[in-house]
């Protein structure tokens, strides 16, 4: 039976930090946009900051949908799922925002995240709940988890700080329906 919650509990939000992977969905206003969910590995990269309140560090990506969809509307969910123990997945609803690499924001967030000044960062997203739901999950099959891919971090190593920025501008000034993608690009 789905449930909604006043806010994050201490042990809700323990179980979020545990989970090895969310999803983040977002869309933009036009109705002929492209509706965007990303799976996001979870390294110690999310954050419940108070009982509304949640982060996430933001790696860099081919694309730049949910920095873009923020940007211009706020709208976004995070759902996360039990892939072991008991079934359960949880949704948070709310209006989201980004806060760029060299936003002068980004140095009181970045002290959540151990990895906020790896050469593959680009941000931190910011999210204000609205609604906490989670539901039975009793159709999310078991998996196991073995590791984390080290493959980002290896490719933006190489890269490194002025080849990721390169990249950003190259990757990562639009959406792929035109939209504002991050800040440093425009």
């Not at 590995?41 to 923020?70: C, K, P, W």
Request: hydrophobic share 35%; charged share 25%; with cysteine.
């Amino acid at each position: 039976m789905a449930k909604t919650f006043d806010g994050i509990s201490e042990n809700l939000a323990t179980w979020m930090s545990e989970q090895p992977v969310f999803f983040v969905a977002t869309a933009p206003l036009d109705a002929e946009g492209h509706v965007n969910c990303s799976p996001k590995g979870n390294r110690d990269e999310f954050r419940v900051l108070d009982h509304h309140t949640v982060a996430y560090l933001d790696q860099t990506g081919s694309g730049i949908e949910t920095v873009a969809h923020l940007r211009e509307n706020g709208r976004v969910v995070l759902m996360m799922c039990a892939f072991s123990g008991p079934p359960r997945i949880v949704r948070l609803h709310g209006r989201g925002r980004v806060v760029a690499r060299d936003d002068s924001d980004f140095s009181g967030l970045a002290h959540h995240f151990p990895g906020a000044y790896d050469v593959g960062a680009r941000s931190v997203v910011v999210i204000d709940v609205e609604r906490i739901s989670d539901s039975c999950g009793y159709g999310v099959p078991f998996m196991t988890f073995d590791s984390h891919r080290p493959t980002m971090d290896q490719w933006s190593t190489r890269k490194g700080d002025e080849g990721i920025r390169e990249y950003w501008v190259e990757k990562n000034q639009r959406s792929i329906d035109g939209l504002a993608g991050l800040p440093l690009a425009e």
